[in-house]
């Protein structure tokens, strides 16, 4: 982080070691944030890395202030600095829903409320790109989704399906006890309306996604 900006954050621990990425808490001016520090691939050449790692931090970053200027329940951009591949942005306290549902203390009313937050995403023109129980927190405000390294504004409807996709196998894997997960969120995702928004969008989406999985099921 550039000196202005290092002499008001105030480094706690670190919350989570990834392949692409160190997540740091501390407070920023006294608020809760989180340091998000990209790493370098070693594989490949400096020069490269560098620009790709910016592109990927830029993206973020515009796609966390889009996401704050509608009201979208995700951090908040504080500060991303390029040089030294970080973004800093506002914490969500809660719990993530992979905890939530291991727990037994979340079911299938907040995967309906996660199904009816996705589409709100899509429809302001995002896809997440990683939407696994990890990456949705559980706060006392509701679900909210975190961690936009991979998402797309724009996105086709193929990314829209893959992220139903991913979080079907992340159900698979990690929630086999709940009964058809997926499904309860397929349902929050069609339900859902807001500002007039139309079902047949939703439906084409589910549609892909249904392709996605057969695909994957041909191919498996």
């Known amino acids: 982080m550039d000196g202005g900006a290092k002499s008001i954050w105030h480094e706690g621990q670190i919350i989570h070691e990834g392949a692409e990425a160190t997540v740091i808490e501390g407070k920023w001016m006294g608020k809760k944030a989180v ?3 990209r790493r370098p691939r070693s594989y490949r050449h400096p020069d490269l890395d560098r620009r790709l790692t ?3 931090l830029s993206a973020e970053s515009r796609i966390l202030s889009r996401l704050s200027s509608i009201g979208f329940p995700s951090p908040h951009l504080i500060h991303l600095d390029l040089k030294n591949a970080s973004i800093l942005m506002t914490r ?9 549902l291991k727990s037994g203390d979340a079911g299938a009313q907040d995967l309906f409320d996660l199904g009816g937050l996705l589409r709100r995403l899509h429809e302001a023109g995002i896809s997440h790109g990683d939407l696994t129980t990890h990456n949705a927190m559980v706060s006392e405000n509701g679900i909210h989704l975190i961690d936009f390294g991979l998402s797309r504004q724009s996105p086709e409807l193929e990314h829209m399906g893959l992220d139903l996709q991913v979080l079907n196998e992340c159900l698979r894997a990690s929630h086999s006890t709940i009964i058809d997960g997926i499904e309860q969120v397929c349902e929050g995702y069609l339900n859902y309306e807001q500002n007039n928004s139309h079902s ?3 439906e084409i989406v589910i549609q892909r996604f249904r392709k996605i999985t057969e695909r994957v099921r041909y191919h498996g």
């Open 54 to 56: 910016r592109q990927r």
């Open 200 to 202: 047949e969008g939703a």
């Open 92 to 100: 969500i306290d809660g719990a993530t829903l992979y905890d939530q």
């Open 35 to 37: 340091l998000k520090l």
